[in-house]
């Protein structure tokens, strides 16, 4: 069931919608879900032929419209000419999806500072960039509505060792979208993220857990439901927000990642581990204190 399609036909139809990083990965997942549902889209990031292919094959995979932009989204100055050509395109913008990111595995100490820049540039600075010329677009034109939805991760609130860089940004951008989502209300500009757990992508994978890492670490066995996330799952949620059936969600992280943080967090999970044989001998043992 999580495998299928969740929202009824037309649930975004002509919804113009902006997916940073929309050529690979959950960009382009969540961006084909869009489309299904009616959107036109832009897709958006530094590879532009990497955009072409991905959208020609979005079109022909959904029939809708997809307009591959390159942008850096850490120049601001790219980032108003990818806006502006969203407009000269299709009149309007009704959505952002802030899904750019960078990021890979380091111990701390060996970065260089150019090294932990370029991650808070890409996913802070980046979501900042997008985030403030598109909403002095929508205040500017007085839009009656319009979304932004932020992937952020779970390390956004729990921190994480061996990507600071990357749960450093990712915590600002949680800021930013709780901030925004009250103080930018007043515009009819709503504000979510996304906090996903393990959903295998190549963009992802080849970073965090190169070489044999990938068999060293299985990622679905810190997942209490025992799996890594379906990339339809992630888009149901991805379109629930982007869509007006979620009108009255705002400032709000919806984690999806089968259990995955409060099993790392809660103290006693270890308890897991013990075998169902042995709680017999266990309680008794607890029973046994009492006297
Ligand atoms: C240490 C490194 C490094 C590494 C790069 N650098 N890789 N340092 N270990 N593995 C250093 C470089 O030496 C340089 O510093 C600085 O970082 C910038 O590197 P460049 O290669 O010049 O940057 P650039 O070409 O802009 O590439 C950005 C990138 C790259 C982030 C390094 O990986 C990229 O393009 N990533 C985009 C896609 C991506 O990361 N996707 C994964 C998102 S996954 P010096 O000092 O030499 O100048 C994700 C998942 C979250 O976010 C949670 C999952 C569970
Ligand atoms: P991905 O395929 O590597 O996606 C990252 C995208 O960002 C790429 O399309 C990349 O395209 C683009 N990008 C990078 N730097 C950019 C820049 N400076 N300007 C514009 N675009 C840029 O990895 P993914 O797994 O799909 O990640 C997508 C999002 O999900 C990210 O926000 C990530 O943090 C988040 N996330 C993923 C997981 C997971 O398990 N996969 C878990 C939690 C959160 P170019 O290289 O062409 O620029």
Redesign the pocket.
């Known amino acids: 069931m999580y495998t299928q399609p969740m929202l009824k036909e037309g649930s975004l139809k002509d919804q113009v919608i902006v997916v940073?990083?929309g050529?690979?990965?959950?960009?382009k997942a969540m961006g084909t879900y869009f489309l299904e549902l009616g959107a036109k889209i832009v897709i958006?990031?530094?590879?532009f032929e990497?955009l072409q292919n991905a959208a020609a094959e979005m079109q022909q995979k959904t029939g809708g419209e997809v307009l591959p932009v390159a942008?850096?989204?850490?120049r601001y100055d790219q980032v108003e000419t990818m806006l502006q050509t969203t407009l000269d395109k299709w009149g309007r913008v009704d959505g952002l999806l802030n899904?750019?990111?960078?990021?890979f595995i380091s111990p701390t100490e060996r970065l260089s500072a150019s090294a932990f820049d370029v991650i808070i540039d890409?996913v802070l600075k980046?979501t900042k960039n997008c985030t403030l010329a598109f909403g002095k677009h929508w205040i500017k034109v007085k839009q009656e509505k319009a979304t932004v939805l932020n992937?952020v991760?779970t390390y956004a609130f729990t921190g994480s060792s061996y990507v600071v860089p990357s749960a450093t940004a990712k915590a600002g951008v949680l800021a930013m979208t709780r901030s925004l989502a009250v103080e930018w209300a007043k515009y009819g500009i709503r504000f979510n993220a996304i906090a996903?757990?393990?959903?295998?992508?190549?963009?992802?994978w080849d970073r965090l857990l190169p070489g044999d890492l990938k068999e060293k670490f299985d990622l679905a066995k810190k997942v209490p439901v025992g799996r890594e996330g379906k990339h339809q799952e992630l888009a149901n949620l991805a379109a629930y927000l982007m869509s007006d059936f979620s009108a009255y969600i705002n400032g709000e992280v919806i984690v999806i990642d089968g259990g995955e943080w409060l099993k790392g967090a809660g103290q006693m999970n270890m308890l897991e581990e013990v075998p169902k044989e042995m709680w017999d001998m266990l309680e008794m043992m607890i029973r046994g204190k009492k006297s």
Do not use: E, H, Q, Y
């Open positions: 940073t990083g050529g690979s990965g959950l960009g958006t990031s530094r590879n990497k942008c850096d989204v850490r899904n750019a990111a960078g990021n890409i980046g992937i991760t996903p757990g393990p959903f295998p992508t190549k963009g992802a």
